[in-house]
């Protein structure tokens, strides 16, 4: 032992694939915010079901006072556009005990209850989203707030109760409260399933990048992956992992806002991917020193992840799109060349690596494969690929690097449940390869505008290799082109 002590991660883990429900709906109806944006203000005091707390929340009604939507509002943490059903109100003027006294947890969940969380009939489904296998995702739209949400059922065994899944991310998004992470609204129990209430957003990353012809403004690449790092520093800071980090599990909405989601579902995914099984998109963005059977974790386990949707974002396609664990590892020794003890102390003695004899790789220059980065953009993926996991640049070291420079000094200062768009100097463009009809431009206007960027990108990266620098005349805008 060295005298220190290594900090601790949280990665919740059961010994039973599953666990009562009893203590799952406990969790959630005691500590979730019913926001319907995840910016509400902090839930009022709550005490024991026997023993009540004098920092409850004390709503005076004195004399011919009404109680207000407000009052409720505040005193269970609901959000503005709640509905209140119908002589709610007027029953809590004559309820017991008294409004204007501190609300017990047993008290609270009544008071959800009568308002219509934590009930089936609440939500209307409207269109499938996808389905896995442990859960069906489910477009649909609150009764109470008349929003959209994300339905995920999952389906339940009697004898064994709720997924371990389940549990865990329930576990760790009632207490991640961020702009850039996926909001739970609710959780609603039957017999037969278990339904998670989260806010909807309109697609994810992957569903993005294929509506863009997977050709992304620069600007907006840039964007993205700042909220990316923002929601996963928000998260390490806690000692909570994704572990599970790809373009289908980040939402984004018409805003642009991107947010973190399918927290702790890396062993049963509930959207399967288009084209592809999850066994295999996952293995995409896992990192070589997991694929070698470490299982070392740490936060530096989400940012090679980063990295490789970061490259894909840039340049439009997978960075490493193995097909099994040998074929993955191929993939990047054949661009990080091969590891050695110089590059990776210790390699030498893994087993797994000695098993595979891979050839000897020497590294590819990036900008060869991402010639729409600029240097601060290669800089910024090579922190992100390094194959000692202790050398990955950490999320909130990441986001104060040049790169991110043209944001402004006031992404960094922003209160965690704010969404960046909330600042002028933050504006997504119009990507290069978007399709939507609704663009008043031609097709040959649009194919031009396209194989431009294409074209001028591969000059740089041909002009970097050569030595010759920027030709004259040429000057490189955000995008990375001329």
Same mark, same amino acid.
Request: proline share 5%; hydrophobic share 35%.
């Given at each position: 032992?060295?005298?220190?002590?290594?900090?601790?991660?949280?990665?919740?883990?059961?010994?039973?694939?599953?666990?009562? @429900?009893?203590?799952?709906?406990?969790?959630?109806?005691?500590?979730?915010?019913?926001?319907?944006? !995840?910016?509400?203000?902090?839930?009022?005091?709550?005490?024991?079901?026997?023993?009540?707390?004098?920092?409850?929340?004390?709503?005076? /009604?004195? !004399?011919?006072?009404?109680?207000?939507?407000?009052?409720?509002?505040?005193?269970?943490?609901?959000?503005?556009?709640?509905?209140?059903?119908?002589?709610?109100?007027?029953?809590?003027?004559?309820?017991?005990?008294?409004?204007?006294?501190?609300?017990?947890?047993?008290?609270?969940?009544?008071?959800?209850?009568? =308002?219509?969380? #934590?009930?089936?009939?609440?939500? =209307?489904?409207?269109?499938?989203?996808?389905?896995?296998?442990?859960?069906?995702?489910?477009?649909?739209?609150?009764?109470?707030?008349?929003?959209?949400?994300?339905?995920?059922?999952?389906?339940?065994?009697?004898?064994? #109760?709720?997924?371990?899944?389940?549990?865990?991310?329930?576990?760790?998004?009632?207490?991640?409260?961020?702009?850039?992470?996926?909001?739970?609204?609710? =959780?609603?129990?039957?017999?037969?399933?278990?339904?998670?209430?989260?806010?909807?957003?309109?697609?994810?990353?992957?569903?993005?990048?294929?509506?863009?012809?997977?050709?992304?403004?620069?600007?907006?690449?840039?964007?993205?992956?700042?909220?990316?790092?923002? #929601?996963?520093?928000?998260?390490?800071?806690?000692?909570?992992?994704?572990?599970?980090?790809?373009?289908?599990?980040?939402?984004?909405?018409?805003? %642009?806002?991107?947010?973190?989601?399918?927290?702790? @579902?890396?062993?049963?995914?509930?959207?399967?991917?288009?084209?592809?099984?999850?066994?295999?998109?996952?293995?995409?963005?896992?990192?070589?020193?997991?694929?070698?059977?470490?299982?070392?974790?740490?936060? *530096?386990?989400?940012?090679?992840?980063?990295?490789?949707?970061?490259?894909?974002?840039?340049?439009?396609?997978?960075?490493?799109?193995?097909?099994?664990?040998?074929?993955?590892?191929? @993939?990047?020794?054949?661009? @990080?060349?091969?590891?050695?003890?110089?590059?990776?102390? %210790?390699?030498?003695?893994?087993?797994?690596?000695?098993?595979?004899?891979?050839?000897?790789?020497?590294?590819?220059?990036? =900008?060869?494969?991402?010639? +729409?980065?600029?240097?601060?953009?290669?800089?910024?993926?090579?922190?992100?690929?390094?194959?000692?996991?202790?050398?990955?640049?950490?999320?909130?070291?990441?986001? +104060? *690097?040049?790169?991110? +420079?043209?944001?402004?000094?006031?992404?960094?200062?922003?209160?965690?449940?704010?969404?960046?768009?909330?600042?002028?100097?933050?504006?997504?463009?119009?990507?290069?390869?978007?399709?939507?009809?609704?663009?008043?431009?031609?097709?040959?206007?649009?194919?031009?505008?396209?194989?431009?960027?294409?074209?001028?990108?591969?000059? +740089?990266?041909?002009?970097? /290799?050569?030595?010759?620098?920027?030709?004259?005349?040429?000057?490189?805008?955000?995008?990375?082109?001329?």
């Amino acid at each position: 032992m060295d005298g220190h002590r290594r900090p601790t991660v949280s990665t919740p883990s059961y010994t039973s694939t599953r666990a009562p @429900l009893k203590s799952l709906l406990y969790i959630v109806h005691e500590n979730l915010k019913m926001g319907s944006d !995840g910016e509400s203000d902090q839930a009022s005091g709550t005490s024991s079901d026997e023993v009540q707390s004098p920092t409850g929340v004390c709503l005076r /009604n004195r !004399g011919n006072r009404r109680i207000s939507a407000e009052d409720l509002n505040k005193r269970l943490s609901l959000p503005a556009d709640i509905r209140i059903p119908d002589g709610y109100l007027e029953k809590l003027q004559l309820s017991s005990p008294p409004f204007d006294q501190p609300l017990s947890r047993r008290s609270r969940r009544a008071s959800l209850s009568e =308002i219509g969380f #934590g009930k089936l009939e609440t939500y =209307i489904k409207l269109d499938k989203l996808g389905e896995g296998t442990y859960a069906t995702v489910f477009k649909g739209r609150s009764k109470l707030t008349d929003n959209l949400v994300a339905l995920k059922e999952i389906r339940l065994e009697h004898e064994e #109760g709720a997924p371990c899944t389940a549990i865990r991310e329930v576990s760790l998004l009632k207490d991640l409260k961020h702009a850039n992470i996926v909001t739970l609204h609710d =959780i609603v129990h039957t017999d037969k399933s278990l339904t998670l209430v989260f806010e909807y957003l309109d697609k994810d990353l992957k569903q993005y990048m294929d509506d863009c012809g997977n050709i992304l403004s620069m600007q907006n690449v840039k964007i993205f992956l700042f909220q990316i790092l923002r #929601g996963l520093a928000y998260c390490h800071r806690r000692k909570v992992l994704h572990r599970d980090l790809k373009p289908q599990n980040l939402l984004i909405n018409d805003r %642009g806002e991107l947010k973190l989601a399918d927290f702790g @579902l890396a062993r049963a995914k509930s959207v399967p991917t288009k084209t592809y099984s999850n066994e295999v998109v996952t293995l995409w963005y896992r990192p070589p020193d997991v694929l070698l059977g470490s299982s070392e974790y740490s936060t *530096q386990i989400d940012m090679w992840g980063v990295g490789c949707i970061f490259y894909e974002m840039a340049a439009g396609r997978p960075l490493f799109p193995g097909s099994t664990v040998e074929d993955e590892l191929h @993939l990047i020794f054949r661009l @990080l060349g091969t590891p050695s003890e110089e590059s990776w102390p %210790g390699i030498s003695s893994i087993d797994e690596f000695k098993s595979y004899k891979f050839s000897k790789y020497k590294a590819q220059p990036l =900008i060869n494969h991402a010639p +729409r980065l600029d240097t601060d953009g290669i800089d910024l993926l090579m922190s992100f690929l390094k194959y000692e996991s202790k050398k990955r640049i950490a999320a909130d070291e990441a986001m +104060r *690097q040049p790169y991110f +420079r043209s944001l402004g000094p006031r992404v960094h200062t922003l209160p965690e449940n704010i969404s960046i768009f909330t600042l002028k100097e933050v504006q997504l463009q119009r990507d290069p390869g978007y399709r939507n009809s609704s663009y008043p431009e031609s097709d040959f206007n649009q194919y031009w505008s396209v194989s431009h960027h294409l074209f001028m990108g591969l000059a +740089r990266a041909v002009f970097f /290799n050569l030595g010759i620098g920027t030709p004259c005349g040429v000057a490189w805008n955000s995008n990375g082109v001329a």
